[in-house]
């Protein structure tokens, strides 16, 4: 599997951004977003297990983010609305192989591909 993470950009305060994550197969892959703003450690946003019937969420972001994926596009995307300054951050998107069709992993350690990266910039 490779990760070419997509959809960044510099946003104001309040507005939306959704990124993508196209692969090369994500079948049984179940998937997540991190981020890492400037000198911060890397951090779980969301993930979503490889059915789709399962997510989780960061409580930083929760009811403003959505992760979802479409198997058949190969594709991963993390819709980002009410964006905040404290958002600003490198976005990754990451898979991690697994049998079970309705877990995620918020453990970074776990996954085993990673995506180069996306900035997002949001201004006050």
């Known amino acids: 599997v490779q990760l070419q993470a997509s959809g960044g950009g510099l946003v104001q305060a309040g507005d939306s951004l959704r990124l993508s994550c196209a692969a090369s197969?994500?079948?049984?892959?179940?998937l997540g977003w991190f981020r890492q703003a400037p000198r911060k450690e890397r951090e779980f946003v969301a993930g979503?297990?490889?059915?789709?019937?399962?997510?989780n969420y960061a409580d930083s972001v929760k009811g403003r983010f959505t992760i979802s994926r479409d198997n058949v596009k190969n594709t991963v995307y993390l819709q980002m609305d009410s964006l905040k300054p404290e958002d600003t951050a490198v976005y990754y998107c990451?898979?991690?192989?697994?049998?079970?069709?309705?877990?995620?992993?918020?453990?970074?350690?776990?996954?085993?591909?990673w995506g180069q990266g996306t900035l997002v910039t949001v201004s006050s």
């Open positions: 990451a898979a991690r192989y697994t049998y079970r069709a309705s877990r995620y992993y918020t453990d970074q350690s776990g996954y085993d591909v």
């Open positions: 197969g994500l079948t049984t892959y179940a």
């Open positions: 979503i297990s490889w059915s789709g019937g399962s997510t």
